[in-house]
């Protein structure tokens, strides 16, 4: 079965914690975004990468890292510097033909609550 | 840089009816617009898309058309279903840069 997979489903942080959320696609795609999403808005784009050992910040990097070691896996961690990081993550691939953007296709989201 | 309208927020259609969700964009250089059905606790799936290079596309009882004058695409759903019911969410695309979204459309269809 072809498609991107995100762990854990729920993730509880504490206050002060670092937590690393993980995203692995089997797609061969070179292309890897992660997204925060909060009630009634919008999908906002926190990095993406369109190459291995290279990311670009998206909107909202503050507060977030991530790393690109390998093509199938794109880990986001929320920093102690993210100050509301109550929401649901998803994380996209896609493939990369030049210049347009193509379908992005999203892993089932991690929902991340602080305790 | 791109800015992306949806309307309406919530939408409810009686079962059978039509329902047509609308978006608008800023920059007149964005040549991608895909459209995404969202699940409850779910990540979105592509439903349809189309480019600047065409005015309409349809996929069985989803259709969206492109007006670029305008700026600003439609979906269109025909005869609802229970299982349409979601939230929608529209995009748009400069060349070379990332998708920027609209902020949903909550689609209710009532029995």
């Known amino acids: 079965d072809g498609g991107i997979t995100q762990s854990p489903k729920y993730l509880f942080r504490k206050e002060g914690q670092n937590v690393t959320l993980s995203c692995e696609q089997n797609?061969?795609?070179?292309?890897m975004y992660w997204y925060r999403q909060d009630p009634g808005q919008g999908l906002r784009l926190i990095y993406y990468?369109?190459?291995?050992?290279?990311?670009q910040k998206g909107d909202i990097a503050e507060g977030y890292s991530v790393s690109r070691e390998k093509k199938e896996s794109f880990p986001l961690t929320v920093t102690s510097a993210q100050k509301n990081p109550t929401a649901f993550y998803l994380c996209a691939s896609s493939i990369l033909t030049g210049m347009d953007q193509e379908t992005q296709y999203f892993g089932p989201g991690t929902r991340l609550l602080v305790l | 840089g791109e800015n992306v309208e949806q309307h309406p927020s919530t939408l409810s259609v009686q079962e059978g009816d039509s329902a047509v969700i609308k978006c608008t964009y800023s920059d007149s250089a964005s040549n991608y617009f895909p459209w995404y059905k969202q699940e409850l606790g779910k990540g979105p799936q592509l439903i349809i898309d189309?480019?600047?290079n065409v005015g309409e596309k349809k996929d069985q009882r989803i259709a969206v058309t492109l007006n670029k004058t305008a700026k600003h695409f439609s979906l269109h759903i025909t005869e609802t279903q229970p299982e349409d019911s979601a939230v929608y969410f529209c995009?748009?695309?400069?060349?070379?840069?990332?998708?920027?979204w609209g902020a949903g459309t909550k689609l209710i269809i009532k029995p």
């Open positions: 797609l061969n795609h070179d292309a």
């Open positions: 995009a748009a695309s400069p060349p070379n840069y990332q998708l920027i």
């Open positions: 990468s369109q190459i291995v050992n290279d990311f």
């Open positions: 189309i480019r600047s």
